[in-house]
């Protein structure tokens, strides 16, 4: 009945705890349906490809993450669109602009390796995973000089901007997913966010390795089973059942996710 719409299982955080079949099974364990493993860049999209060969209920997208793009080599983005034709390549992503640190890729070289990979997103008709941080104006910006390339949608995924920032991805006909930082203590513009957002365009995602939702925040590494108690604080913020919301977000997953089979 949950869906982890963002995760990373193609580390090796968790060869101790079982590997990749440990982490499914935990997973169906806990009601956990679908996974979307997102790769970052060419060797972990590649990885996620197998993945999503190899288990039934895993899905995957490929593109190279801002933070990475130094990795990004010639040839490396012809792959990346090789890897999006799958039919289980769901979204291109995550791809974006990550102003956190200091010893990030160039301003300049984010922005321009972000559109092409919006433009791979357009040619295959395919949907974007954005990961933005520390740089909201600047993704809304870029995001909207680019609308045209947004034919499919897109999810910003862990959202963490203003309500009111909120309302202008929303224009662009944008989905968002929260992940473990909607459970923690004092997130009250995650909070403030999540009652913003219509539910129709609301999704779930741990984003694990890292993330772990309360009650076990701190812990590492996180996994898709904790999913369910992201949805739990997500419906408890709506209002709805978790059942309700649950079956809402499997539904909206399934309408920005086409290529997820039943
Ligand atoms: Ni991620």
Redesign the pocket.
């Given at each position: 009945m949950f869906i982890d719409a963002?995760c990373?299982i193609t580390g090796d955080e968790f060869d101790e705890k079982g590997g990749v079949a440990g982490v499914l099974e935990r997973a169906k364990a806990h009601g956990v349906q679908k996974i979307v493993c997102?790769g970052?860049d060419l060797a972990s999209s590649i990885r996620a490809k197998e993945l999503a060969e190899t288990y039934a209920e895993v899905y995957f997208c490929a593109g190279f993450h801002p933070s990475e793009l130094n990795k990004c080599q010639e040839g490396d983005l012809d792959k990346i669109k090789s890897l999006c034709q799958h039919k289980k390549c769901v979204a291109v992503g995550?791809i974006g602009l990550d102003y956190h640190f200091d010893d990030n890729p160039k301003d300049e070289v984010q922005r321009m390796l972000f559109v092409q990979q919006l433009i791979i997103a357009d040619e295959l008709g395919l949907p974007v995973v954005i990961?933005s941080r520390d740089s909201a104006q600047e993704t809304l910006l870029l995001l909207q000089r680019n609308k045209d390339l947004l034919k499919k949608g897109g999810l910003m995924?862990c959202y963490s901007y203003s309500p009111e920032m909120a309302d202008e991805f929303l224009k662009l006909g944008l989905h968002f997913s929260f992940g473990g930082p909607a459970t923690f203590k004092n997130a009250k513009k995650v909070w403030e966010s999540v009652q913003r957002i219509p539910t129709h365009r609301l999704l779930s995602e741990t984003?694990c390795p890292y993330l772990t939702p309360a009650p076990f925040r701190g812990e590492f590494p996180n996994e898709p089973k904790n999913v369910k108690y992201v949805v739990e604080r997500l419906a408890e913020l709506k209002g709805l059942s978790v059942q309700e919301l649950a079956k809402q977000i499997e539904k909206n997953a399934k309408e920005l996710f086409f290529k997820i089979e039943n």
């Open positions: 963002h990373h997102s970052f995550e990961h995924h984003d």
